[in-house]
Nanobody, 122 residues
Framework: QMHLVESGGGLVQAGDSLRLSCAAS????????MGWFRQAPGKEREFVAS????????DYADSAMGRFTISRDSAENTGYLQMNSLKPDDTARYYC???????????????WGQGTLVTVSS
């Protein structure tokens, strides 16, 4: 059973940066896909970015393109989401997830972390 733990969230001002981490344990990430999703109060969970663990190719939501960068450290079994130029609209709980399909659909991911809260003040 894979266990995912996110960290790195916090309260920042608009224009600031944060780097979220997702530490994985209890399973192999070979050929998996790690995704980042977010959910703001009163809204549905939405896709942010994903990375293929072995191939390294990435996908970004329009809202993240050009501001966020997803990466992974295979030796540390840890994924990252670098978020720059943060906006108040980025305020949400951010979740990492792992699955084995190249997809933006949250329902296709098999394992989820508990999330880390990001709050961006104006």
């Amino acid at each position: 059973q894979m266990h995912l733990v996110e960290s790195g969230g916090g309260l920042v001002q608009a224009g600031d940066s944060l780097r979220l981490s997702c530490a994985a344990s209890g399973g192999t990430l070979r050929r998996s896909v790690m995704g980042w999703f977010r959910q703001a109060p009163g809204k549905e969970r939405e896709f942010v970015a994903s990375i293929h663990w072995t191939g390294g190719f990435t996908d970004y939501a329009d809202s993240a393109m050009g501001r966020f960068t997803i990466s992974r450290d295979s030796a540390e079994n840890t994924g990252y989401l670098q978020m720059n130029s943060l906006k108040p609209d980025d305020t949400a709980r951010y979740y990492c997830a792992v699955g084995w399909k190249w997809t933006r659909s949250a329902g296709e991911y098999d394992f989820w972390g508990q999330g880390t809260l990001v709050t961006v003040s104006s």
